[in-house]
């Protein structure tokens, strides 16, 4: 069975950092690309990062670029994102998605999600 | 970047109605169009993919259809469980968008 596990959240001053973990079983993890999805509070979904089975590609969202960083360590199956200079608008949950896949097709398309874990970002 | 706008943000219906839920993309993306259903505090749930191709488990009332900028998302007798948010998802470009989601709500 898949499972992808969420970490890290909690509450972070602006301009503050936290890192996320999403662990994840039941596949082949370094088969996968993988990609962070956020939602801010009664807002809707906002694609975020995104990176390779090997790691070797990753891509971000404009409104992260530069501030956020997708990592991923295949030996330990576990996705991360380290998130720098946060702000208020980054306040969210973040959930982990896998694509129905391995293959390179329809790669972001989002079959297997995390449960979530809470960003808040507040003095 | 694609836009994707859904339409309506909010619709009240009934136990047993036809619901159809709009998603236009500002340009061309193909078939490459998913559809979600999202529960309060849960993650979302992949209905369609490809437009048309129903999920596995999936009950069949749901169905999808559309390419290129206009796509739709049917319910085709809505039941108690289907009360939720939907969001559609373009997934052909660098950007991959969602639409900004429709609130199924019991009338």
């Known amino acids: 069975e898949v499972q992808l596990l969420e970490s890290g959240g909690g509450l972070a001053q602006p301009g503050g950092s936290l890192r996320l973990s999403c662990a994840a079983s039941g596949f082949t993890f370094s088969s996968y690309t993988m990609t962070w999805v956020r939602q801010a509070p009664g807002k809707g979904l906002e694609w975020v990062s995104a990176i390779s089975g090997s790691g070797g590609s990753t891509s971000y969202a404009d409104s992260v670029k530069g501030r956020f960083t997708i990592s991923r360590d295949n030996s330990k199956n576990t996705l991360y994102l380290q998130m720098n200079s946060l702000r208020a608008e980054d306040t969210a949950v973040y959930y982990c998605?896998?694509?129905?896949?391995?293959?390179?097709?329809?790669?972001?398309?989002?079959?297997?999600w995390g449960q979530g874990t809470l960003v808040t970002v507040s003095s | 970047d694609i836009q994707m706008t859904q339409s309506p943000s909010t619709l009240s219906a009934s136990v047993g109605d036809r619901v159809t839920i709009t998603c236009r993309a500002s340009q061309s993306i193909s078939s490459w169009l998913a559809w979600y259903q999202q529960k309060p505090g849960k993650a979302p749930k992949l209905l369609i993919y490809k437009a048309s191709g129903l999920e596995s488990g999936v009950p069949s009332r749901f169905s999808g259809s559309g390419s290129g900028t206009e796509f739709t998302l049917t319910i085709s007798s809505l039941q108690p469980d289907d009360f939720a948010t939907y969001y559609c998802?373009?997934?052909?470009?660098?950007?991959?968008?969602f639409g900004q989601g429709t609130e199924v709500e019991i009338k």
């Open positions: 998802q373009q997934y052909n470009s660098y950007s991959r968008t």
């Open positions: 998605a896998r694509p129905p896949r391995a293959d390179g097709s329809e790669t972001y398309l989002f079959e297997y």
